[in-house]
């Protein structure tokens, strides 16, 4: 079946119909095209267009249509051009040549739109939820190492000390905003393109505030040829989906990183781990490197239809099928990958004693010497000189700031006195760092609180 063809004299060309057709993709719409159609007749109905006994019958086809697509009772027709066709052509099945009266008022055009944003919709409420599970089990985690430390990097060098529950709660305050960015976008997803119809409107006197209360809108597209044509709803999905994936991509650089046998912080379960083919030794993090590389799959997704719309006229335009694979495999790849990130999380363990050791071999309390002469009165500038001659006179004595005596503190300022030994020691360096949001235990613990209501809205 074809929802065209009388002014034609023959058949499309067998590979012009395989290369426009979009049913291969288009049918994971079905659902969401059959729910449209549904508000779309009782609306019909009533703004009597059509009696209330069409719509009634009407109303049963679609439902059967659904129930037999779902259950696999009915097939689609895989010469057919689109999802919108197919529901069509098996709506007559059901209902007979009433099925014609079901696109009164209405194009493919607004209609594919609608379908899209309802699709969108339900996927970004999915997504939200598996960002919700990755922030908890971050959370959770945290919560558990409120007293490990560990060296904090800044150039991938050993910086400061820091506590394993502050780096933890940095990547979920990193998923709260991508979960509040696909928020937002939502509300821009959320509006209803029906009634557009081609692109000018339609002359039925219909309702389109009505669809929109049933399909669960927030409002109406403003303007006909603007519904129909563009997908910024769509770009702007695909931009948040790009950065969550940054974030995503930069944790499992890290874990694989720290399972490195040089960090060896981190280790995973065995259940998400890969062995070699030839080197019996090998554990492999290979989910954490392919959520890393899939980040470029996504942002190869918002290439794609960036390039796609740019320049397009308006109104609808034969380009925007386009639009559907980049969109579903951007949804699939981050809903896949938020999933695997909070697994492997949950099941890793921490090797708290090699973070402990890394932390020892550095000197991470050499900004608290500096600190430390502030206090005394000295300028900051000066303070960093005299504690990198320390550092120096360290690394050539091959000691540690913990072993100096204080004769050897005061041989560099006269304002080194005997507390210096608990502002050097690591965990009194975490300890110090109170400021809003720092690594002091406290801080961090209010992190969580922050945390633990932000889950709970
Ligand atoms: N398969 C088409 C799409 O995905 C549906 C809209 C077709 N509209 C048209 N005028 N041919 O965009």
Known sequence: MRLWGARFSKDPDELAREFTQSLSFDQRLAEHDIAGSIAHVRMLGRCDVLTAEEVRELEAGLERVRVGLSSGDMTLDPASEDIHTEVERLLLECVGPLAGKLHTARSRNDQVALDLRLFLRDEIDALREYMVALQRTLLETAEQHLDTLMPGYTHL???????????????????????????????????????????????????????????????????????????????????????????????????????????????????????????????????????????????????????????????????????????????????????????????????????AQALAAGFPAATAVADYLVRAGISFREAHGIAGQIVNYCEKENTRFEQLSLEEWRSFSPEFGHDIVEHVSLAGCVAAKKSPGGTAPERVKEQIVQGRKLLAT
Not at 171 to 189: G, N, S, T, W
């Open 157 to 355: 060098q050993r910086a400061q000390p820091i506590l394993l529950a502050h780096y933890l709660m940095a990547y979920f305050f990193m998923l709260q905003r991508d979960r509040d960015r696909l928020a937002e976008c939502r509300k821009r997803v959320n509006l209803c393109p029906l009634g557009a119809a081609a692109l000018a409107g339609t002359t039925f006197r219909i309702d389109p505030a009505f669809v929109a209360e049933q399909l669960g809108f927030e409002g109406l597209c403003p303007n006909s040829m603007d519904a129909v044509s563009d997908r910024d709803f769509t770009l702007e999905f695909l931009a948040d989906a790009s950065v969550a994936a940054v974030h995503l991509s930069q944790l499992c650089a890290e874990i694989v990183l720290w399972s490195s046998s040089e960090f060896g912080f981190i280790r995973l379960d065995d259940a998400w781990c890969t062995g070699s083919s030839i080197m019996p030794q090998k554990r492999n993090p290979d989910a954490a490197e392919l959520v890393r590389a899939k980040a470029g799959r996504v942002f190869g997704n918002l290439f794609r239809l960036l390039s796609t719309l740019k320049g397009l006229t308006l109104a609808y335009n034969r380009d925007l099928q386009e639009d559907k694979e980049a969109l579903f495999d951007t949804v699939d790849t981050l809903g896949a990958s938020l999933q695997v990130v909070t697994a492997m999380v949950a099941t890793a363990s921490f090797d708290t004693e090699r973070m």
